[in-house]
């Protein structure tokens, strides 16, 4: 099993850009692992944002960040990150990271796919 602690958010200008981290521990293997970026909007579902394999490498972006969020791991920290740029008041929203234990990828974007989520961090952009 993980455990998963977001932090990094904040409120940040329409334009700006803002990292949020996710610190990933009690893994079972380091190499064997989907992890991803969700949020929830205001009075909306969650949204599936970004994910990646541990041990591939593979990533999958939703249409609506491509290009302006980057998701990445860092093997040395143990964190996974979502780097977001040019940031937009309909990206307010709770921010979650969530995993699930899987040798192969790909690993969907889908929220009922993973199985071990993060509190949440929320991001607001003022209009």
């Known amino acids: 099993q993980v455990q998963l602690q977001e932090s990094g958010g904040g409120s940040v200008p329409a334009g700006g850009s803002l990292r949020l981290s996710c610190a990933v521990s009690q893994r079972r293997d380091p190499n064997t692992y989907c992890l991803g970026w969700f949020r929830q909007p205001p009075g909306k579902e969650y949204e599936a944002l970004a994910s990646?394999?541990?041990?591939?490498?593979?990533?999958l972006y939703a249409n609506s960040v491509k290009g302006r969020f980057t998701i990445s791991f860092d093997e040395a920290g143990n964190t996974l990150d979502l780097q977001m740029s040019n940031v937009q008041p309909e990206d307010t929203a709770v921010y979650r990271c969530?995993?699930?234990?899987?040798?192969?990828?790909?690993?969907?974007?889908?929220?009922?796919?993973?199985?071990?989520w993060g509190q949440g961090t929320q991001v607001t952009v003022p209009h």
């Open positions: 990646l394999h541990t041990g591939r490498g593979d990533i």
């Open positions: 969530a995993s699930r234990y899987d040798l192969v990828p790909p690993c969907p974007l889908n929220t009922g796919f993973y199985n071990v």
